[in-house]
């Protein structure tokens, strides 16, 4: 089983930064794609970033130009670091990893508690 833990969420002004971090930890795994989602109150939950195992990224039209999302695959960690936020940046953002065991190639896919990420006006 693979764990996720997030850190890093927060309250902050608009126009200022936070990164998020979500590690992995369990079984032996490969990492593939790892994303971060982002659920507001009253709203469904949405893609907001993801990157391959090869490095290529994707971002909602609403956060280019102010996330960037990377990874350490020394240190099975995902990260977020989001700039310029904005009010309605404010959500629980959420990472999710997916991959294969070592042990018999099976196929994962995990999500992480949450983070409050608040952007105060």
């Known amino acids: 089983q693979v764990r996720l833990v997030e850190s890093g969420g927060g309250l902050v002004q608009a126009g200022g930064s936070l990164r998020l971090s979500c590690a992995a930890s369990?079984?032996?795994?490969?990492?593939?794609?790892m994303d971060w989602y982002r659920q507001a109150v009253g709203k469904q939950r949405e893609l907001v970033a993801f990157i391959t195992g090869g490095g290529s990224t994707n971002y909602a039209d609403s956060v280019k130009g102010r996330f960037t999302i990377s990874r350490d695959n020394a240190k099975n960690t995902v990260y977020l670091q989001m700039n310029s936020l904005k009010p309605e940046d404010t959500a629980v953002y959420y990472c999710n990893v997916e991959g294969k065991y070592y042990s018999d190639y099976s196929a994962f896919g995990s999500w992480g508690q949450g983070t409050q990420v608040t952007v105060s006006s």
């Open positions: 369990g079984s032996r795994f490969s990492a593939n794609t």
